[in-house]
């Protein structure tokens, strides 16, 4: 029992950096082949650089914004984009559901962030991290909290920018 109280002290620590930031998505979501072959998968931003977390000491001396002050200077930073697939008998409508450990991931490809974007947020051009706006050959689940997401973002949009949010938020 001491070994799973100390993993979640660690776990509970800060990261020390966005470059330093395992994502993971709870959404399934499906991908479509161009055979119509389908495969429901869970996403995993895994940063190049591993994920590191402060210490106390650093955690004690840190700015309350250090991961947005010095974004600029980490870049560009580099995830591998990994899915996780699932088998007939995980739980795609759920996110709470966790998917066994042992499930096979595959990579995907590279995501890289080279730059910051200083003209968003402005005219109506508002940046959304909408889970529902995907290309074609990726699907949603048919989870309910991932479908009422966009109307979610679409307010959140309208309360701090004022701005109508575009019509595929509604």
């Known amino acids: 029992m001491a070994?799973?109280?100390?993993?979640?002290?660690?776990?509970?620590?800060p990261l020390t950096s966005w470059?330093?930031?395992v994502f993971n998505s709870i959404n399934a979501f499906k991908l479509v082949n161009a055979d119509g072959d389908?495969?429901?998968?869970?996403?995993?931003?895994?940063?190049?650089?591993?994920?590191?977390r402060l210490t106390d000491e650093e955690l004690a001396t840190a700015d309350a914004n250090y991961l947005f002050a010095d974004v600029a200077g980490l870049l560009p930073i580099t995830y591998r984009l990994l899915a996780q697939l699932a088998t007939d008998d995980d739980q795609t409508t759920d996110p709470s559901k966790a998917w066994p450990e042992d499930r096979e991931w595959v990579e995907m490809g590279t995501v890289e962030i080279t730059g910051l974007d200083h003209s968003r947020e402005g005219d109506g051009d508002v940046l959304v991290r909408d889970p529902m706006r995907l290309v074609d050959?990726?699907?949603?689940?048919?989870?309910?909290?991932?479908h009422i997401r966009s109307y979610v973002y679409a307010e959140s949009v309208r309360r701090r920018s004022g701005?109508?949010?575009?019509?595929?938020?509604?």
């Open 38 to 52: 389908t495969q429901f998968v869970r996403w995993r931003f895994d940063p190049e650089h591993g994920e590191r």
């Open 137 to 146: 050959g990726i699907e949603p689940s048919d989870d309910p909290i991932l």
């Open 163 to 170: 701005h109508q949010p575009p019509d595929h938020l509604h």
């Open 19 to 21: 470059s330093t930031i």
């Open 3 to 13: 070994e799973a109280g100390a993993l979640i002290e660690t776990v509970s620590l």
